[in-house]
């Protein structure tokens, strides 16, 4: 059968129910069933809110609400997200405001650095991760066994060109340490399609392309609005086809074609099922750029600088890195640039869909008693 990728137009006014329909067109119950638990996996690429970077509350509202009004209950579906050297997943969800939805549908956020984690020894031959990790690959010990729902947004990104539903597994099936994997992005994330093959029973992946990612991403970005959502039970034939939207050719994508190939989906565009929308002609026209912090870790990972790797990346020394990247990105580039692209997003409808989220009451209910959580909420 042909990988289904639904892509559908979407405005504020109707935004929530046309997540519904996106999934619907996608044939989501056919894949999530309501028989097992689901992790719902949140996208949290910065923990301060810049449009396009994580996933948003619009998105999280539209496919929670639809999962509540299907066979799922907010004791069945778990929202996660994980902390990154330079991510905090309770920080993150109250500036991208994830909780107040949360709160809304009495659903739980599990940050993952509060569950425990197991070495889990995969069956399929690895391209890279075993060689990384030659301890064992510790994954969250809630997923196994669980099906997944991913939440990405379209963008692009230094590492490995664009990002979405493969990627955001990268965020959940690894530690902190993940950025050790960098040097090898493309091989890694064929990676996780082999082991998320192996440990959820179903996946399944909802797009946000409200407003999109043009540029240095995934942070740096220029947001542009494109009001596009999308859905498959495909990871790879998603990314193929919010690549080809974005205006590249998925299958010159490495880890695409490696996916592709490998037959862990379908990255070629004109053998996945397109339903909605007619995508034939559009082409947002972006291109992928490498932020100063992108630009630099790849010097010192495969170019130039690539003899200092072990010593400045993979010893004690290595603290050095997230710091320089959130006095780059949270003390400069923020202040100075970032601030004024969300100003001009803010003009936008999304932007005043978004004041409308942060304006609500701050959740209580559900997060109060504990120290962090109190931070966040």
Not at 142 to 168: C, F, M, Q, W
Request: glycine share 6%; hydrophobic share 40%.
């Amino acid at each position: 059968m042909a990988s289904v990728v639904s892509v559908i137009k979407t405005r504020p006014e109707t935004v929530i129910e046309d997540y519904k329909r996106v999934m619907e067109l996608a044939g989501w119950t056919t894949h999530l069933a309501g028989a097992r638990e689901l992790l719902l996996k949140l996208n949290l690429s910065w923990t301060k809110y810049f449009p396009a970077c994580s996933s948003q509350p619009w998105q999280v509202e539209g496919v929670l609400k639809t999962l509540l009004d299907g066979a799922y209950t907010r004791d069945t579906v778990i929202p996660v997200e994980n902390k990154t050297v330079v991510t905090e997943p309770w920080k993150g969800a109250k500036n991208n405001q994830w909780l107040p939805v949360l709160d809304k549908y009495k659903c739980k956020f599990q940050p993952l650095t509060e569950v425990d984690w197991k070495v889990h020894t995969f069956k399929a031959d690895l391209l890279k991760l075993n060689h990384i990790f030659p301890e064992g690959i510790l994954i969250p010990a809630i997923y196994e066994g669980r099906d997944i729902l991913h939440l990405p947004t379209v963008k692009t990104h230094g590492h490995s060109v664009t990002t979405g539903a493969i990627k955001n597994s990268f965020g959940g099936l690894l530690k902190e340490v993940r950025h050790y994997a960098h040097k090898y992005i493309h091989e890694v994330l064929v990676d996780l399609m082999l082991m998320q093959k192996e440990l959820h029973p179903n996946v399944f992946a909802v797009m946000d392309g409200t407003v999109a990612g043009d540029g240095a991403g995934p942070r740096t970005m220029i947001p542009v609005v494109q009001n596009t959502i999308l859905a498959s039970s495909d990871s790879v034939a998603i990314d193929a086809v919010a690549a080809k939207l974005m205006g590249f050719d998925p299958m010159e994508i490495p880890y695409l074609r490696m996916a592709s190939e490998m037959g862990l989906g379908e990255g070629r565009v004109n053998e996945i099922e397109i339903v909605g929308e007619d995508i034939s002609e559009i082409n947002f026209g972006f291109e992928t750029k490498r932020s100063f912090v992108i630009w630099g870790d790849q010097m010192l990972r495969r170019g130039p600088l690539r003899f200092l790797e072990k010593l400045l990346l993979h010893s004690p020394l290595v603290a050095w890195a997230p710091f320089a990247s959130n006095v780059y990105h949270d003390s400069f580039w923020y202040p100075t640039i970032g601030k004024k692209r969300i100003r001009a997003f803010s003009k936008t409808e999304w932007g005043k869909l978004f004041d409308v989220y942060a304006n609500r009451q701050p959740p209580t209910q559900l997060f109060a008693g504990d120290t962090e959580r109190a931070k966040a909420t």
